[in-house]
């Protein structure tokens, strides 16, 4: 049964770090792209940070580059979201997903399928 689980998430205090894990089971993992994602509450989902299939590509929103990195271990059938520095503004529920390519997707919702349940990120003091 293919299953995606996400895990990490943590309430924590402005400048903060957090690491959370993306775990794929049922998937060959080099053959998806894979894509953190988050909702806060009362907004749409947005895009946060995706890898490519061999972990050569990547991208980030503008809100989180230079804070946030993003990372996968095929071996282990697993992807991570290193959150240094956090801030308020991102507390939410981290996503994880994957779509079937070998090449960097657009990194928005609608590229991507077979979602985790999510994890809770909260920043405060």
């Known amino acids: 049964q293919s299953q995606v689980v996400e895990s990490g998430g943590s309430s924590v205090q402005p400048g903060g770090s957090l690491r959370l894990s993306c775990a794929v089971t049922?998937?060959?993992?080099?053959?998806?792209?894979i894509g953190w994602f988050r909702q806060a509450p009362g907004k749409e989902r947005e895009g946060v940070s995706c890898?490519?299939?061999?972990?050569?590509?990547?991208s980030y929103a503008d809100s989180v580059k230079g804070r946030f990195t993003i990372s996968r271990d095929n071996a282990k059938n697993t992807a991570y979201l290193q959150m240094n520095s956090l801030k308020p503004e991102d507390t939410g529920v981290y996503y994880c997903?994957?779509?079937?390519?070998?090449?960097?997707?657009?990194?928005?919702?609608?590229?991507?399928?077979?979602w985790g349940q999510g994890t809770q990120v909260t920043v405060s003091s």
């Open positions: 890898i490519s299939s061999g972990g050569d590509s990547s």
């Open positions: 997903a994957l779509r079937r390519t070998f090449a960097l997707p657009q990194c928005v919702v609608m590229n991507f399928g077979s």
């Open positions: 049922g998937f060959t993992p080099a053959y998806y792209a």
